[in-house]
């Protein structure tokens, strides 16, 4: 079967024209909202022909670039290609492209890092001006015209309502039994219009399968066959096996202590490594008859689905490795029933999160004595990726858990610092610390108890004693005594990385005598 | 009429002893939870007594120490009187309070300072442990033993609830026409039971007039006849006057870009000073057939009231001066269809702020060039009060303004700084900042042009160049330059003024050559 026999409206299959063509429909300065949702359901074709025709503009002398919102990363193809050729002048709301980062901090990207349930509302509101043009990666196209979503949906939906002109690409890579896995609801509206979300468990439908699409707004279709390209996950070491055994008891003791049953209620789990990991030590538990409601779906939520512990996932977009993806296609049948993508206006709104109750478990790269977590800038200014959705889980979860090893690049970066270099997660959206060191359960505690059990339960031994003496020193020196600290000092292990590559305390030399 | 005919309910009226008995059920150790939410509807009989008992103890070399947890802030009787004697070991979730305040700051008391939203749902969750004794004041017992809620609902509802006894204070000082102006909702649930906040507009009424109290959990009832104590506002200055007057532009300016209309969303306005007075300016506006959702009802929404400009507004308390206060027992007829008081959890909630769109206007401490947002802590360690309310608000709103003068303590201290000394408000959470030298409309944009618009708008004049310089010097030397930052430099100003009194720079002195 070609692509283009998924192309079951006639109009639409009228319009059917070739990438190059379809990237000639955009102009520079345009805004140009793509899908895509970490690896999964981004446009293939129409980028790299867009990023060809943009530095052949370039080589021309002329000034071409676009401003691009997606649903979160996406591909080489797309966010690759298009930071390559100095395409993108502006970017929301996430990245995690390295070619793409690296433009970013080097100034030469303005990036605008969101929290992602505010992206679908704020474009409705009109707080980012005009989308021009959506370029729109679907499964397939019914003879009504409606469109068969892909491997994310991201915001798919408002990008199709709200362009001016949309572009498809019909991908036939992606399997026709995805049909039915989505769920797009179509009761949002501005206010004072907004109604309550209907949804009352993590696996409830409240939308339709397909999205709407007025065709008469669609300006070119392609037809493609190209993979998903997700980046693997890297294999699950001891750091992480200790850090998802110290959360999987504490998880046990809230059970035992009646706060939550072998059930759990409905799991987030974030982006990364150390949360795939985490999600691996699940499978040594008594817990059952699990449910995921989150963001994106990794390969360890696949292998909680296979062992049957999980029984549903929820969730925006699959963020699968290779080889993942594949056996997700051997097996779709089993999974079909049990997978349910929606926009992410609604896999993270805060109103579903609060109300179901998440348990919420995140990567960071470092969090303060207080708490305070930083999930985005390296050393306060560097772009890792951004916040992304885990500001809407954290703030609403019923209980928010970060976690991380205590220490990054080989032990010169203690990931528990006096002072957070950035703040995305403030201290009362975060419940939990976890290290391989151990967990601090953060609870009901005052600021300075705070400090000492992170210190004591998750700092590293090598920056243990810096960290207790920085403390010591705070409560004698501090301004106030709610939140000790030392200004001058606080972001010193920082500076100390920039100067030196490490935040250990230069040896003595002797010219310091 | 006296206090004990306020109690209509027989069984009740049986359990009316002095406030010193109904102190002597409170234990050392226990954890209280009183009502009070700004200087409104606290009790004002047992605290003082209590305070009184536990400083006999103290005199006697006894430890006594309580933990208290209230709706917010109370008044001079309770948390001032409580603090002063040393009576409190823990606080929750807000305080305002001088003497407080000094001793938390001394490190004398362990102060939790919390989302007001969160609080109702952890205690439920089991998050802080058992509640010994509720002290809850109330305007009146009804036959079926149901409560008259008094000027504020804060946490009322589940600290009866949840209690293991209860004692009231009916206060007779109360007008008894309150009745019927609390909307008492009953629908919350422990996920995974949770459902829809059935709300869809700020003056919707989802609940009942009074709370359900087992009669037997009432351990004792003291009959009182005392004010409300509200600290009055400061009067309107130009500083203030300017900022509203900036920020009335801005409301028009969306109304002519069709993003508002002259009736606006449901207002928010935050605690202190420059929130009331940014109300006053709402005057001279076209808006009309306005409504407030919003935390506290201060003076300012009163006047709105009068004018006939608000219609209705709803909040978990009044804040009213004292001259207010007065006005509004006058004119109680007039108010009482106009004004909803609702718990904390759902004037509060995120579902419901989100869902209608609120238009947040919140007073600050201080903020950063990219627009993080310091609500609490001075110098990053003093606690000023707390989040409150203002973080349920400013991320769930339609649009989130922080308003503040440009700088604080006679110029000492300028407000907008190179690096925000805590964060309660991330820069995804806020929009619009205002100043009196201007307003930054921060929306869309990425944080280099955020950090430009902010020190240009908004910046007082003796301290822009001073950001200008370390924001180029951090373009030039930053480690990445997502949010160009110095560490080394960040917190800098901070520490100067902890040293010299001055965020200024010092004069250059002779020894400096
Ligand atoms: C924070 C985050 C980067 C951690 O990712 P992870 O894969 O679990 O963690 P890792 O330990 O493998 O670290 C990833 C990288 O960050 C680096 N890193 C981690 N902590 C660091 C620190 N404190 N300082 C500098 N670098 C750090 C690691 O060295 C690694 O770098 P490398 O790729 O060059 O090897 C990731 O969770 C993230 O982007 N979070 C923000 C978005 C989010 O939470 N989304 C969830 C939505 S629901
Ligand atoms: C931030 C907050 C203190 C501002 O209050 P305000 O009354 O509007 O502002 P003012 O300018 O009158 O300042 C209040 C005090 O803070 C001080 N202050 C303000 N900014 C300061 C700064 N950057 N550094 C040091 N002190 C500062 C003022 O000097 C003043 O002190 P004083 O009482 O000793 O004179 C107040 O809004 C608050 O507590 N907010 C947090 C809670 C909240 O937002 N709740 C809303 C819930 S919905």
Redesign the pocket.
Known sequence: MTSSDRIKNAFLRSKIMTAEDAASLIQSGNTVGMSGFTGSGYPKALPPALAERIEAAHDAGEKFKINLWTGASTGPELDGALSKSDAIEYRLP?N?DPVGREKINRGEIDYLDMH?SHVAPMVWEGFFGKLDVAVIEVTGVNEDGSLIPATSVGNNKTWIDCAEKVILEVNSWHDERLLGMHDIYYGTALPPNRVPIPMVSADARIGQPTFRCDPHKVAGVIVTDLPDRNAP??PIDDTSRTIAAHLMEFLQHEVKMGRLTNRLLPL??????????VLDGLKDTPFHDLKAY???LQDGMMDLLDSGQLLTASSTAFSLSPEAAVRFRENLDFYRDKVILRPTEIS?HPEVIRRLGCI?M?????ADIYGNV???L??GSRI???????G??ARNSFISIF???SV??GGK???I?PQASHV?HITQDVQVLVTEQGLADLRGLAPKKRAQTIIKNCAHPDYRPMLEDYFARAMRDSYGLQTPSLPSEALSWHQR?IDTGSMRPRAPRASDK
């Open positions: 996430y995690s992602l996950f890297s987030q789990s974030g982006v990364g490594n150390v949360a795939n990991a989150t963001e994106v993270n919420s995140n990567g960071m790269i470092e930083n999930s985005s390296v050393m890792m990726n951004g916040i992304g959705g885990s809407d889980f976690v991380s090893p990054a690049k970066i203690s990931t610092v995305d990385f």
